[in-house]
């Protein structure tokens, strides 16, 4: 097989879209302007990884002050969304299907861990996963491609061998600088328009759709 790996985000991709991530970072803002700090042109539109490098870059506030506060201003939201996520589509059947045919499977997510983990144990899909990586396990988050990149690494493969899949431009941004093919799920954070913009490899409509994705991939690679 030219991919021997499928690495997925988590919300919107696995599961409904359900985290309120717009308000989450109004919070955010909010805290650091409260703080005297003029962001610009910043707001809660931009990924926070940007926001925390315009932070950390322009106005020296390290960066984990700024994840600390991100991450209480975030919490309340992400366990709300993990206590009424719901897997997508035929999830479950993809999951099995791929661990069927010999893929290697992992996670790769801006949530933090608890929250992931609560999500994969309420739906009962944990054990699928060799390998998850969350904003706790790395500096910096999508768009930045450490997340992703490390999650590659501990799935012992390379990028090109591996396929990312996502919901957000935020995601296939991050999956094509860490190298890997890029999948995007119409549906979730991002409209399709802006999953093509950003590069995008492929987009599909449902999960079950990327059986016939690794499948062509794996024919262009003969």
Excluded: Q
């Amino acid at each position: 097989m030219s991919v021997d790996a499928v690495v997925f985000d988590l919300d919107g991709t696995l599961t409904s879209f359900s985290l309120r991530i717009l308000d989450a970072k109004r919070e955010f803002v909010k805290r650091i302007r409260g703080m005297g700090i003029d962001l610009g042109a910043l707001d809660e539109r931009k990924p926070a990884e940007i926001i925390i490098t315009y932070l950390e870059r322009f106005h020296g506030i390290p960066r984990e002050y700024s994840r600390r506060i991100l991450d209480e201003c975030i919490e309340p939201y992400e366990l709300e969304a993990a206590e009424r996520a719901k897997l997508r589509g035929d999830g479950r059947t993809v999951l099995e299907m791929l661990r069927g045919a010999g893929y290697r499977l992992g996670l790769a997510s801006n949530n933090s861990r608890k929250c992931v983990e609560i999500i994969l144990a309420r739906l009962g899909i944990r054990d699928f996963f060799d390998v998850i990586v969350s904003r706790d396990d790395a500096v910096r988050m999508k768009p930045h491609e450490e997340i992703i990149v490390k999650a590659i690494e501990r799935l012992k493969t390379l990028p090109r061998r591996t396929v990312y899949v996502g919901d957000s431009a935020v995601d296939v941004i991050a999956g094509r600088r860490a190298g890997a093919h890029v999948v995007a799920i119409a549906g979730g954070a991002d409209p399709r328009e802006r999953l093509l913009e950003n590069g995008a490899d492929f987009i599909i409509d449902e999960l079950d759709e990327l059986l016939e994705v690794l499948e062509v991939i794996e024919e262009r690679a003969l």
